[in-house]
Each structure stands twice: as C-alpha cells, then as structure tokens.
C-alpha cells in the first residue's frame, strides 16, 4: 500500500494560526500566579504567626506515633522531641506515645478519644 499526502486543509488562513501560534500568554500568567501566590504567603504567614505567639501548651504535649518503637516515624518524632528540648522551645515537655496496629487506626482512635484537650 502506498502512502499519499494530503493537502493541509483549514477553516483558519495559514497566517493567522501562526500568529495565534506565537502569541504566547505565559508571561503575563506567570507574573500574575507569582503575584498572587507572593500575597496569599504573606497573608497566611501573618495569620499563623500571631495565632502561634498566642497560644502555649499548659501540661506535657503528647507526640502521638501511629508506628512502632525504632521504625522511621519513631525516631524523627523523638529527634523533634530533644531539638525541642535542647532549644527550649516549650514550657512543657514533649512525650512520644507510639500507638502502632491498624495502619494508623490506633493512634486515630487515640487522638479522637482525646479531642478538646
């Protein structure tokens, strides 16, 4: 079988689609997404920041660990634990709770049996 071109037939002149080809709105998108993503950041650090120097924890923090004791998730809760501690950083101490079982089912379980505290 012989392959055979087709003519190229548009609704469009060939000028115009290149012209709609080299428009390219990128920049101005870009200049407007960077814009308002810069101001959405700086509103939200705001809110976040007063809201965080109001607030101080009154009793031990419980860090509560959906994993076993030496796994991944173990070792960085108690290695937030001692910068916490070496930097005091809390009036309160900072306690690891590991509730492993359920894919995380347990440690949930805990933390809604917990709320309002």
């Given at each position: 079988?012989?392959?055979?071109?087709?003519?190229?037939?548009?609704?469009?002149?060939?000028?115009?689609?290149?012209?709609?080809?080299?428009?390219?709105?990128?920049?101005?998108?870009?200049?407007?997404?960077?814009?308002?993503?810069?101001?959405?950041?700086?509103?939200?650090?705001?809110?976040?920041?007063?809201?965080?120097?109001?607030?101080?924890?009154?009793?031990?923090?419980?860090?509560?660990?959906?994993?076993?004791?030496?796994?991944?998730?173990?070792?960085m809760a108690r290695?937030?634990?001692?910068?916490?501690?070496?930097?005091?950083?809390?009036?309160?101490?900072?306690?690891?709770?590991?509730?492993?079982?359920?894919?995380?089912?347990?440690?949930?379980?805990?933390?809604?049996?917990?709320?309002g505290d």
């Amino acid at each position: 079988m012989r392959k055979v071109a087709l003519p190229l037939i548009t609704a469009y002149p060939i000028a115009s689609i290149n012209r709609r080809r080299n428009y390219n709105m990128f920049p101005l998108c870009k200049k407007m997404l960077t814009g308002l993503s810069a101001g959405l950041f700086a509103a939200a650090s705001l809110a976040a920041s007063s809201a965080a120097m109001a607030w101080e924890p009154y009793k031990p923090v419980e860090f509560i660990i959906m994993a076993g004791q030496g796994g991944g998730a173990d070792q960085m809760a108690r290695l937030m634990q001692s910068i916490i501690e070496k930097h005091d950083l809390s009036p309160q101490p900072f306690i690891p709770i590991n509730k492993p079982g359920g894919s995380g089912a347990e440690a949930l379980r805990y933390l809604q049996d917990k709320a309002g505290d």
